[in-house]
């Protein structure tokens, strides 16, 4: 937040970082990570990314997109990153970056990327308001405007499949 504008926050004091050891209760017959238990660790993240933008709960309303590039092996360190893309008046975008560390190795995969939205609430479950997006940075402003067009896609998606 800046004290001109306290409803103002830029999208690296929402950053949250999540790191989790693979192990091999957490893999299919394959040896790789199943989806479900990184779509976990993605949740988590984009939630406290969200509850850092909002400075309240916040929650799930979708996961619009998973691309699983490269599949996770056990024993490879798992470290997502989210931050917040876009915000209107009381949902965000947030988006995960999930990367792979071979811990003996050092070597690092990006293996997935992930878009979630989520939408502040008060203490009665009710949306509520969330501080606006700092997007004076160049890349803040194209995750930004990338984020809003992908709303509006969805919204008029909606709009057609419903008549």
């Known amino acids: 937040m800046t004290d001109s504008d306290p ?28 989806g479900g238990e990184i779509l976990s ?5 984009a939630a406290v ?3 850092r933008h ?18 996770i092996y056990t024993g490879e360190l798992v470290t997502c990153t989210a931050r917040v893309n876009f915000v209107g008046r009381t949902s965000m975008e ?13 070597t690092k995969r990006h293996t997935n990327t ?3 939205t989520f939408v502040a609430i008060d203490q009665d479950h009710k949306p509520r308001a969330v501080p606006r997006l700092d997007v ?14 992908r709303r509006e896609v969805r919204e008029q998606l909606d709009r057609e499949l419903q008549t």
Do not use: W, Y
């Not at 995750?143 to 809003?148: A, M, N, V």
């Open 54 to 71: 909002a400075g309240r709960a916040a929650v799930t309303v979708s996961i619009d997109r998973v691309e699983f590039v490269e599949p």
């Open 49 to 51: 990314s969200a509850m």
């Open 94 to 106: 947030i988006g995960v970056a999930v990367e792979a560390e071979n811990l003996l190795s050092g």
């Open 136 to 149: 004076s940075d160049p890349e803040d402003a194209r995750r930004f405007h990338e984020g809003k067009r």
């Open 7 to 34: 409803g103002l926050k830029r999208p690296a004091d929402s950053v949250a970082v999540m790191s989790e050891l693979m192990m091999p209760h957490q893999v299919n017959n394959l040896g790789h990570v199943f």
């Open 41 to 45: 660790m993605v949740d988590r993240a």
């Open 114 to 116: 992930c878009l979630l």
